[in-house]
């Protein structure tokens, strides 16, 4: 891998403060090559999962949308908060999808399901307020349709009881069928 001493070379001399150019310069047409096949032999050893692009595109507008409802929303200002920075962190990862594919989505779905865990002041209501309640089906919705392409997420017992909807996947996926327009 004799190419490396190239990367090694650009990445080590690179000045932040200096243009493209001075970087780019270290860079010439059989790095690139070899940058491509090994990333070609990554793709065909190491296959990452791809989510549909319809999926994403669902995922990405029901997430703007549920930030718009519950901006409006009867919550206390603490979980509003939460609720719209998790919708945003996934609104972030759909858009850097073609990065860092779909661990950033599984990963924020974990978190938010692991803090109702910890924090039941989050979940409670959710059969009371519209709101909560679309917001949690939506994160339920997003860890099953994920899950699909990337493998199950693992769900504790205690989220199942808290969570019922991910154990019965059809439940979920027919309810945000039947709001689309």
Not at 40 to 57: A, I, K, Y
Not at 91 to 100: G, V
Request: glycine residues 4%; contains cysteine.
């Amino acid at each position: 891998m004799s190419w490396t001493k190239f990367l090694e070379s650009a990445f080590s001399n690179c000045n932040l403060s200096s243009n493209w150019n001075e970087f780019i310069k270290h860079i010439n047409e059989p790095v690139l090559d070899y940058l491509h096949m090994t990333s070609g032999m990554l793709s065909t050893n190491c296959p990452q999962p791809v989510l549909p692009r319809n999926d994403l595109e669902n995922i990405f507008s029901g997430a703007k949308d549920l930030i718009e409802e519950i901006t409006i929303a009867k919550l206390p200002d603490n979980i509003k908060r939460y609720f719209i920075l998790q919708l945003r962190k996934i609104i972030a990862a759909i858009e850097e999808y073609k990065i860092t594919g779909a661990a950033e989505v599984v990963d924020i779905v974990q978190a938010t399901f692991g803090k109702a865990v910890l924090s039941n002041d989050i979940i409670d209501g959710k059969a009371t307020n519209e709101a909560m309640g679309n917001f949690w089906k939506f994160m339920a919705n997003t860890a099953l349709v994920v899950s699909t392409v990337v493998g199950l997420i693992q769900i504790a017992d205690y989220t199942k009881k808290a969570f019922p909807e991910l154990a019965s996947p059809k439940e979920i996926i027919i309810t945000s069928e039947e709001n689309k327009p």
